[in-house]
């Protein structure tokens, strides 16, 4: 084999290590930025000791509001992730609707990103708290007041841990969430279905 072709090769090889492990990187972290993907290509398998060490932060709480759930015999424990996307929005909708008068207590959880620090960590939470305060506004008074939580960290692992903290019956989610990552890499929602010891509802429910 020439030594062009052998350079390509190595080229070509380089940067699909880094662009895989790229993809498992924001996919396993829920990371906002696309310029992982750069940075995955240009370092190629030097990229995976980072992606690994990366991926594994731990979930962080960062604004914590508890509600006042209800003793209700055999109420169900509610968790709802939300991100403020219509998808997201539904599934709240969907547990005001028809878990109304079963609920016993209810936690709106949503996962900021591990990767913004400073003022873009501050705003971004801000931006948050103020997302969670509109939704628990609009809900029902025949649902508990909620316990809400902005937490820092990667999405699966972060809902996963809230849901362990507050020992939920039902961990409800949006399919899809916010950006180009959830729409074309995979979803939060369907790693929170293989992962989670919990029933986990994806989506919304029908009227009743």
Do not use: C, K, N, Q
Not at 158 to 181: I, M, N, P, S, Y
């Amino acid at each position: 084999m020439s030594e062009p072709w052998s350079v390509l090769l190595f080229v070509a090889g380089w940067l699909t290590v880094g662009l895989v492990t790229a993809a498992w990187f924001v996919i396993r972290g829920g990371h906002a930025h696309l310029l992982w993907y750069v940075v995955g290509g240009l370092l190629g398998p030097l990229f995976i000791p980072i992606a690994v060490e990366r991926g594994h932060s731990r979930t962080r709480e960062v604004d914590v509001r508890p509600g006042r759930p209800r003793a209700a015999r055999g109420g169900l424990r509610v968790l709802v992730g939300v991100d403020g996307s219509p998808d997201s929005d539904r599934a709240l909708d969907a547990v005001a609707r028809t878990l109304a008068g079963t609920t016993s207590e209810l936690v709106l959880v949503s996962v900021a990103s591990p990767d913004r620090v400073g003022d873009d960590a501050t705003a971004e939470r801000a931006a948050t708290r103020r997302m969670l305060d509109d939704r628990v506004a609009a809900l029902p008074a025949e649902l508990p007041e909620p316990t809400t939580e902005v937490v820092v960290g990667h999405p699966a692992d972060a809902l996963l841990a809230v849901a362990e903290t507050h020992d939920v019956d039902l961990l409800v989610v949006g399919r899809h969430g916010h950006g180009l990552r959830d729409r074309l890499l995979g979803s939060v929602a369907d790693d929170l279905a293989r992962r989670s010891p919990r029933a986990v509802l994806l989506g919304g429910l029908a009227d009743r």
